[in-house]
């Protein structure tokens, strides 16, 4: 069943052409039909498969253009998820003239919003909050009401909004039409439908249908304390446009957004603690990227629509293992494809074998991302960069400075270009920022590596690139054979190939870094 088998008017069609829809999606398929004909509707499919249009088309049609009360109601639970339905309405609706439509919410103005209400609406989204205020005020009138939306009921129910809702379908008449959309059926929304709906058609886009085809699934073993590392490896290496990384804790959510501020990352915290405008600026900050790293609780992130979203990462787990699909589902919209990744820790394992048999779907093993992929990416980038530039700009002025400091030098211009480009890799080294902890204290590292400890540290003013150099330089091994840079205030570790531990030590005794004298020595083993 397509959109052009749906017998919808000239004016729809030509909207959903506008917005480039090409096929109706599974649930829209199964919905709209059903509710084109008056009946109740509960649809139930995953987040991202186009819920909002499966009750957005029906409704228009349904509408009345000459009657200028109110006669829909639309319930969505936050302010951002209203005013996202209400664009996705707009938008359908373009070409419908006589058709009013007003988002309302907490928060905003309320004498504008009974201004605007005044002056005709026939379709009002918001949410129940507000909606139930503007009945008590008789700024919405409920007697021409004949269509509800439940969107996103599960999360209305999460966020508290029962008896909100409860009170607005018991005001409404009875023989509305009432339409309940939700990703997940917990029995608190079967109890509701049960009492509000009469004789409704049950929609259930099965999970097997879920798209996370076009959707790359892989999980790296990580140590619980070395997660916040792995992390920013893993956004260096894939350097994705916008990305979601999914915690299991308010408090996570900020701890893991702080940590990668400090890193230098443009990443901000989205959780239910966050007031709705703070929630409002987090948003609009990542849709319009000026960060572009959010880091959410599911709660705080269901729903919420932002296209271009290229990676996912499953920091924790997820405690529901239907939230996985959930998560994941962020990425790889419209048809584009997306990469979902999720940190596995121990016995968690079993964990995400669970996830993979629910979600019928297959998460491979992937080595965690070496200091040596991350390196090669940021080349690659530089080149990339770098191609540009000599093919769009004028470069003689560059050119004749580097000839000068090639005649008056020993060096040639292929030392000069290697010596900027270890520059630039040098400067975009940042290290972790985070305090030693007791378990850092272990020499064996994965690998067959040594973790070596050096008393200089940030506060030095030492860089990463400068230990790589003189530890690759003074024990004469290839620089991509030293491992991970710990940089800490006043000291750092570092990993070599444990083959190379003795050497390394020895060659270092006499060594300087930044014209200081260096004590190293192997890092102290686990206290505990
Ligand atoms: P849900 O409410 O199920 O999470 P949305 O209604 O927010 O999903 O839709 C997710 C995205 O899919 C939106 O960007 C929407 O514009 C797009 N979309 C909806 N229907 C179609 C369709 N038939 N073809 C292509 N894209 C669609
Ligand atoms: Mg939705």
């Known amino acids: 069943m397509n959109f052009t088998d749906m017998n919808l008017s000239p004016e729809i069609n030509r909207a959903i052409s506008d917005l480039g829809y090409e096929e109706a999606t599974p649930i829209q398929a199964k919905a709209i039909p059903e509710a084109l004909t008056g009946r109740d509707i509960i649809g139930q499919a995953q987040t991202g498969t186009g819920k909002t249009c499966a009750f957005a088309i029906p409704v228009l049609e349904r509408i009345n253009p000459e009657d200028k009360h109110v006669q829909a109601l639309i319930l969505c639970p936050t302010r951002e998820l209203a005013l996202q339905v209400a664009g996705e309405f707009r938008k359908l609706s373009k070409y419908m003239h006589d058709v009013k439509l007003l988002p309302v919410y907490g928060g905003q103005d309320i004498v504008k919003q009974i201004r605007s209400l005044k002056q005709g609406v026939q379709i009002v989204v918001g949410t129940p909050g507000r909606i139930m205020d503007h009945m008590r005020r008789k700024t919405i009138r409920c007697e021409h009401i004949a269509q509800v939306v439940l969107d996103e009921a ?3 129910l999460d966020m508290g909004f029962r008896d909100d809702i409860e009170t607005i379908l018991s005001q409404v008449p009875e023989d509305r039409q009432t339409m309940l959309f939700s990703a997940t059926m917990p029995q608190p929304i079967r109890e509701l439908a049960a009492h509000y709906q009469h004789d409704a058609e049950n929609i259930r886009i099965a999970k097997k249908e879920l798209t996370v085809e076009n959707i790359e699934q892989y999980y790296h073993e990580v140590r619980r304390d070395r997660k916040d590392e792995i992390l920013s490896r893993v956004l260096d290496v894939y350097n994705p446009e916008l990305t979601i990384i999914f915690c299991n804790t308010k408090m996570k959510t900020q ?7 400090e890193r230098g990352y443009f990443a901000e915290g989205l959780h239910g603690d966050l007031k709705q405008n703070q929630r409002d600026a987090v948003m609009d900050n990542f849709r319009n990227g000026k960060t572009d790293i959010l880091v959410a609780t599911d709660v705080a992130a269901r729903g919420i629509d932002v296209s271009g979203v290229d990676l996912v990462v499953n920091y924790d787990l997820p405690q529901d293992d239907e939230y996985y699909v959930h998560r994941i589902g962020r990425t790889g919209r419209a048809g584009k494809s997306g990469l979902a ?3 596995v820790t121990g016995r968690e394992i079993y964990k995400l074998k669970e996830i993979m048999r629910y979600c019928h779907t297959k998460i491979k093993l992937k080595p965690v991302p070496s200091l040596d992929d991350v390196t090669n990416t940021r080349v690659n980038y530089v080149f990339d960069r770098l191609e540009e530039i000599m093919q769009e700009e004028d470069l003689s002025k560059m050119s004749e400075l580097i000839e000068d400091k ?4 020993d060096y040639t211009s292929l ?8 520059m630039y890799l040098n400067s975009k080294m940042g290290g972790s920022s985070e305090e030693a902890t007791d378990d850092e204290y272990d020499d064996e590292v994965s690998g067959g ?6 008393n200089v540290g940030k506060k ?3 860089k990463p690139g400068d230990i790589l150099g003189a530890v690759a330089g003074e024990a004469k091994i290839p620089g991509k054979l030293v491992g991970e840079i710990k940089m800490y205030d ?8 444990a083959e190379y531990g003795e050497n390394v030590l020895h060659a270092m005794k006499h060594a300087k870094i930044k014209g200081k004298k260096v004590n190293i020595e192997p890092a102290k083993k686990e206290r505990h």
């Open 490 to 497: 006043k000291f750092t570790f570092v990993e070599v190939p």
């Open 406 to 409: 090639v005649n008056e030098s």
């Open 341 to 343: 990744i999720s940190f």
């Open 415 to 422: 030392d000069v270009a290697s010596a900027f480009l270890k």
């Open 449 to 454: 590596k040594v973790r070596l400890f050096i």
């Open 460 to 462: 030095d003013h030492v």
């Open 255 to 261: 701890e893991v957004a702080n940590e990668l501020s």
């Open 154 to 156: 599960d999360e209305m």
